[in-house]
């Protein structure tokens, strides 16, 4: 926003002076905040620092120390530089005391060689700062018109990362707690070397705040997340040399872009009945306690399901394991049509239930069961049902029943556990039938934190544990995470371990002395190993 003393000595206005600096060239890169025009000798008390002084020298001094005094107050209140018109009381050069003196400070002087009109520098310099500070107005207000119409469009992540990426001029990534790529822009730069060894070089940025820039890598970083949820970080990926203004610059386009991606996380854009739509926000009031019990009571009760007095099961529905993915609107119209194929399911058994979309690709059931109803018959009947309007493309589990509504957000939660976990494996009740419904013995430990991988809280967990150690290995080329795994995989036998990592015993004990002091952890504990094996299976979830 401001020019430097450097360009200001070169604007037209100026170089008609013919201007010759003779001390101070280390500090021609100060920034020039505005011109001030004085003979003053004491003028230093009525500066705020960053002026540029302009003078003819017809006041000052001659004796030495008074002139060393001058500049030196010039200097300690930030002035920007001294320009020293000749002819009217030095013919040909500055005095040397003078000289010294700024040079001394490494304070900018130049002496004018010809007569410049004052007036015409400081017109020239405040243009200059205005322009400059009308220009960064209009250029935030479009970034705010932009974002905003990303976030009135309830746009993608990538459009909103390829907005960022293309006012900023540089890529950008958008990355999970775990340092894992969810979507980027390299603004037309190659992406293999933008995202090779992503995950290693982004441990290494750890900026302070939740905005900060790395000089070492260029890199400007914003926390991205809403309603006190962190769920990853958006970057920058800029030069090393990149300018310190240009950084404060892009410091608001990142962060606007972290708050358009928040947002728009938020937002539920699907299109649906309105009686879906009235069911999913019950659904959606007893996940998030949004309503209190006795409102869904009442609310469930006049669309005709009755839920007090009455046996609650969650069930959710997933599109099953292996299923390509499609199109953003192409799978938003299959979830509604799946939901109403359930809602048919549902009334064609003679069963009550709130039905509606839970997120982009699950639908969730709350099952309301009358005494006269028989919970695994009602379940299998609804699992044939769909099974016959579906085929084999779906999933379905089911949570534990409950008998208050005040305890139907713990079945919902269940299903919906159970179910994502089903997708990496699972007997199924029922007997393996095509038909079959999952629940929670069905789904061990590795399903379960896969079900979690996208959690920050299990991010967080496997980054307490295990980041020292990831961030070892980034640093040094080392491998000792595998070895770890290797060594808890063989439950803790040191020699098989030793022969499956094709090491000798003693090279194996010696590297699992340094996974013990870089961990600050003592192998022998059990606990202590638990934890760790715990923590490498959800570092193999989050990286799946």
Partial sequence: MFPTVAQVLELEALRRGAPRVVAGREGLDRRVRWVHVSELV??????????????TGIALPDDRGALARYIDDLADVGAAGLVVELGRRYRDALPDPLVRAAERRGLPLAALRSEVRFVTVTEAVHAHVVNSQLGELRASEAVHQTFNELSVE????????????????????LENLSHQVLAFDAAGGDAEALLDGWERRSRSVRPDGRTGYDPRTGWLVTTVGARGQDWGRLVLAGRPDTPEAEARRHAVLVERGASTLALNRLLDRDRESLERQTHRTLLSGILTHSLTVSAVALRARALGVPLEGRRLVGVVLRPGPGRPASAALEAQARLRD???????????????ALVGSLDDDGVGLLVSLGPADTE??????????LHRSCGDGFLMAAGSSVGALRDARRTLLEAA???????????????GRTCAYYRLPDVRLRGLLHLLRDDARLQTYVERELGPLLAHDAENGTDLVRLLAVYLEHGRNKSAAADAAHLSRPSFYDRLRRVERVLGVDLDQVESCLSLHVALLALNAVRR
């Fill in 42 to 55: 004491d003028i230093a008390g009525m500066l705020h620092g960053g002026e540029l002084v302009l003078s």
């Fill in 154 to 173: 309830g746009a993608e992540p990538a459009e909103i990362v390829h907005e960022v990426a293309r006012i900023a001029g540089a890529p950008v990534v």
């Fill in 338 to 352: 799946f939901t109403e194929t359930a809602a048919t399911a549902v009334r064609s058994l003679g069963l009550t």
């Fill in 376 to 385: 695994h018959r009602a379940l299998e009947s609804l699992s044939a049902a």
């Fill in 417 to 431: 556990q159970v179910a994502d976990a089903a997708r990496h494996g699972g007997s199924g009740s029922g007997g």
